[in-house]
């Protein structure tokens, strides 16, 4: 099968998923490390992953974008997902997200794609403007978010509690 590429940076390369590939999004899931701070802070099982891997599917037939599988360009080895998706339809309102294995942690891929899906994104033309939010604790991710030149706004509150928010506009870059 041949990969559908998104997007490429130096050295990663965000592709589309395939049908097949809830495994990687176990391995990514698995650990109280890469979930601590999302949605109900526990790993995923097998069912949360297959159901999160078809909505991303679903989402690029749909949207045109979504959350994709994230490579290394060189030796192609699963770094984690990446993307922008719609946050809320009836907004227009599209949200930036990526979620790294732990052992690619502190290598600057975090930064490199999001900057990278920043350029993309309003090149693209989906929208002039896209949010992203952080668990409040997770000051790596919102450090991200303001290296790519993302804004604090009104914090939301999301899964049950206050999620600083952040914004970037096409203007912004």
Not at 6 to 32: C, K, N, Q
Not at 112 to 119: D, G, I, N, R
Request: with cysteine; net charge negative.
């Amino acid at each position: 099968m041949t990969e559908e590429i998104i997007l490429e940076t130096p050295r990663l390369r965000l592709v589309m998923w395939d049908a097949a590939d809830a495994g990687l999004i176990m391995a990514l899931h698995s650990t109280v490390g890469t979930t601590r701070y999302m949605s109900g802070g526990a790993p995923w099982d097998m069912e949360k992953c297959e159901e999160r891997l078809a909505n991303w599917i679903k989402e690029q037939a749909r949207d045109g974008t979504t959350k994709y599988k994230l490579l290394s360009r060189g030796d192609r080895r699963f770094i984690g997902r990446a993307g922008i998706s719609m946050h809320d339809r009836d907004e227009n309102e599209f949200e930036l997200g990526y979620a790294l294995r732990e052992e690619e942690w502190g290598k600057g891929y975090a930064t490199e794609v999001a900057s990278a899906l920043a350029k993309w994104f309003f090149a693209e033309g989906f929208a002039g403007r896209f949010i992203a939010f952080t668990h409040p604790e997770n000051f790596a991710s919102q450090h991200v978010l303001k290296k790519i030149g993302m804004r604090q706004i009104a914090p939301r509150l999301i899964d049950g509690f206050v999620a600083p928010t952040f914004e970037l506009g096409a203007t912004d870059i």
